[in-house]
């Protein structure tokens, strides 16, 4: 994927991510790593994700990452270490996404955050979020290897009184698996508000789901990106710019 066509997609993620209503303030951050790489673009210090456009991307060199710490106006330093230290620890998190979102941040709040298979968006997740219980302040150097390390092998992970951050291989199933995180907490947390018995499905069923929607035989991610950059070329076309 050209350059360009990478932080326009990147640029389209945190429009809609904002006419959801999942962002918080100018605060939370997305990132993907350059093509065979770790180097990656990441949203500048101090942008509303509904104004973000692919020019605003700043690109972080690893090998730069402590002299560019030293300008927290150009990218938050959270960001730096949340994103940078991920990028670099786990090969697999090749696109970031980290929000504050509402239902996520109200799981994250519970307890036992682990949501039970009680639906298709629920199961999505099964046995693929790893929780982080640990909080132990902002997102700085010490918080950030504890996060990387807490993730691991899984592609997501659920932070304790804090957030959601998902992961993809392309911004497209970075933000696919964001968008239905959230649908799925929204259910859940709904379900529980009624005080009634949960309907769980089996284990052999979650992973089932869980895994038939990974093999699903369209690309489904890439069709719901590619459905939000033609409605944003119609009416936000200077995301492009």
Same mark, same amino acid.
């Given at each position: 994927?050209?350059?360009?066509?990478?932080?326009q997609?990147?640029?389209? &993620?945190?429009?809609?991510t904002?006419?959801?209503n999942?962002n918080?303030?100018?605060?939370?951050?997305?990132?993907?790593?350059?093509p065979?790489?770790n180097?990656?673009f990441?949203?500048?210090?101090?942008?509303?994700f509904s104004?973000i456009?692919?020019?605003?991307?700043?690109l972080?060199e690893?090998?730069?990452i402590?002299e560019?710490?030293? !300008?927290?106006e150009?990218v938050d330093?959270?960001a730096l270490?949340?994103?940078? +230290?991920i990028?670099?620890k786990?090969?697999?998190?090749r696109?970031?996404?980290?929000?504050?979102?509402?239902? &996520? +941040?109200?799981?994250?709040?519970?307890?036992?955050p682990?949501m #039970?298979? %009680?639906?298709?968006?629920?199961?999505?997740?099964?046995?693929?979020v790893?929780v982080?219980?640990?909080?132990?302040?902002?997102?700085?150097?010490?918080e950030?290897? #504890?996060m990387?390390?807490?993730l691991?092998n899984?592609?997501?992970?659920l932070? &304790?009184?804090h957030? %959601? %951050?998902?992961?993809?291989?392309?911004?497209?199933?970075?933000?696919?698996y964001?968008?239905?995180f959230?649908k799925?907490?929204? +259910?859940?947390?709904?379900?529980?508000?009624?005080n009634k018995?949960?309907? %769980?499905?089996?284990?052999?069923?979650a992973e !089932?789901?869980?895994?038939? +929607?990974?093999d699903y035989?369209?690309?489904?991610a890439?069709?719901?990106?590619?459905?939000?950059?033609?409605?944003?070329?119609?009416?936000?076309?200077?995301?492009?710019?």
């Amino acid at each position: 994927m050209k350059i360009n066509e990478l932080k326009q997609d990147l640029a389209a &993620a945190f429009r809609w991510t904002a006419r959801l209503n999942m962002n918080e303030g100018i605060a939370n951050h997305f990132s993907v790593c350059l093509p065979n790489s770790n180097d990656f673009f990441v949203n500048g210090s101090g942008l509303h994700f509904s104004s973000i456009k692919a020019s605003d991307m700043v690109l972080v060199e690893q090998n730069r990452i402590d002299e560019i710490k030293k !300008k927290p106006e150009l990218v938050d330093p959270t960001a730096l270490h949340i994103h940078g +230290t991920i990028h670099r620890k786990v090969p697999h998190a090749r696109c970031i996404l980290h929000v504050h979102s509402k239902y &996520a +941040t109200a799981l994250s709040t519970l307890r036992d955050p682990i949501m #039970k298979p %009680i639906d298709q968006n629920t199961m999505i997740f099964y046995n693929r979020v790893s929780v982080f219980n640990e909080f132990g302040g902002l997102g700085f150097e010490d918080e950030s290897i #504890k996060m990387a390390n807490a993730l691991g092998n899984k592609q997501h992970i659920l932070l &304790a009184n804090h957030g %959601i %951050i998902t992961t993809g291989e392309t911004i497209a199933e970075g933000f696919n698996y964001l968008y239905y995180f959230e649908k799925a907490a929204e +259910t859940y947390l709904t379900a529980l508000s009624t005080n009634k018995e949960l309907n %769980i499905v089996s284990d052999e069923v979650a992973e !089932k789901t869980a895994q038939e +929607t990974a093999d699903y035989p369209i690309n489904l991610a890439q069709l719901h990106l590619e459905q939000i950059r033609l409605i944003l070329d119609k009416e936000e076309p200077e995301y492009k710019n």
